[in-house]
């Protein structure tokens, strides 16, 4: 089959190149002409897709990249992966509005549009199918097929796979879902049919809203806790012995990349907006973890003040500044916010992480150094942010004279824990 793929970010692409492997012919749509040039080149700016598998697909031309909208033309499936940020705390479905109305302009009698971008429920029936109708002059379920499948990207994760991870698939219809979920049955091992799009929708920011719930429960806990001179390291360990009814979650610095801060609020937003009601446990998870960056500066002062310095003047070494565990990406990490405000404070503060290309450097908000054993030295107070792998922790442990590990990795004298 001939698909277009609208978007070629971490969802659009992994899923392009996949469908590529499996024998579609595929069209990768972007805006950016700067991603649709290193596409073109075999160069591969996504974690899960190797350079080595996109120049694969290029030299078979089972796919290819374009910034031209003509090139959608004769399309049987089209799966829109486009982001959908917010606003001041509103959703931005600017980009699916802008996609749906340049790939309804090809949609053509019997081709399926499958929406992927992460919303609330009842985006894909009330906002994307009447601009897909209005594009095309066809009718939904009549002339054309159309659903949603969350996307269930986790870049770097070495347990599930792509392709491995089960897919949650929903039609307008049951005649759009049987295509839709003939589509995803080609590229995933296991597809998980819903009535409709609202169900998908709705378990998707479950998903989210689960995990945020739970990290900002274990990082009020971790702040609580210090204060009653209780490691709350040890109690976590100690709760996910039970092998039944509890969830092992983590505190950190505060949550990142485009997911956890956002997609909550989608369904916040939209139960507001519906029912006239607050979506309590969002607001108070956000609140608890947007403080967190906060909470990380508050106890390097104090850190610093222990040991007779003061944070104005005071050498800071940031290291991890991705939002993810070994990953590249920078999104909405909350590094940023902790550099900002020590900067504030009249911190030096400098930036450490061996995950993020040289290409990136400019995204960083502070100096770039390396992780040796002579900046650790210099630092002030080192802050573990993330504790990539390829960090040496020992190494870390020998020579920073003084650590806030916000991952309880390290040991020492010299070492506290968030």
Known sequence: MQIVVAGQGYVGLPLAVRAAEVGHRVTGYDVDAHRVQQLAVGHSY?????????????????????????????????????????????????????????????????????????????CTEELLVPILEKASGLRAGEDFLAGFSPERIAPGNKRWSFDGTPKVVAGIDAKSLEAVKGFYDGIFQTTVPVSGPKVAELAKLL???????????????????????????EAIDAAATKPFG????????????????????FLSWKIEQELGVPFRFV????DVNRRMPDYVVQRVVDGLDKRGLHVKGSRVLLL??????????????????????????????????????ESDTSKLNVPRVDASPQELAAADAV????????????????????????????SGANVETL
């Not at 429960?217 to 709350?232: F, H, S, T």
């Not at 969830?247 to 997911?259: A, D, L």
């Not at 802050?383 to 390290?410: G, K, S, W």
């Open 246 to 265: 509890f969830t092992r979650f983590t505190p950190g610095p505060g949550v990142g990349g485009h997911c956890l801060p956002v997609d909550p609020l």
């Open 46 to 122: 996504v974690d899960d897709v190797t350079s080595a598998r996109l120049r694969a697909v290029l030299d078979t031309k089972a796919y290819s990249a374009t910034t031209d909208a003509a090139a959608l033309a004769g399309y049987d499936i089209a799966v829109i992966t486009v982001p959908t940020p917010l606003r001041d705390g509103v959703p931005d479905l600017t980009y699916i509005e802008t996609c749906a109305r340049t790939v309804g302009e090809f949609l053509r009698p019997g081709a399926t549009v499958v929406l992927e971008s992460t919303t609330y429920p009842g």
């Open 207 to 233: 998903e989210n809203t689960f995990r945020l719930v739970n990290i900002s429960l274990v990082n009020e806990l971790a702040m609580l806790a210090a204060r009653l001179g209780v490691n709350v390291w």
């Open 283 to 286: 607001g108070l998870a956000d």
């Open 383 to 410: 802050v573990l942010l993330m504790d990539h792998t390829r960090f040496d922790l020992t190494m870390i442990e020998q020579h920073a004279p003084y650590v806030l590990d916000c991952r309880n990795r390290l």
């Open 320 to 357: 991890g500044l991705t939002y993810k565990y070994n990953a590249t990406d920078l999104r909405n990490s909350p590094s940023a916010r902790v550099a900002e405000l020590l900067t504030g404070l009249g911190a030096e503060v400098y930036g450490a992480d061996p995950n993020v290309p």
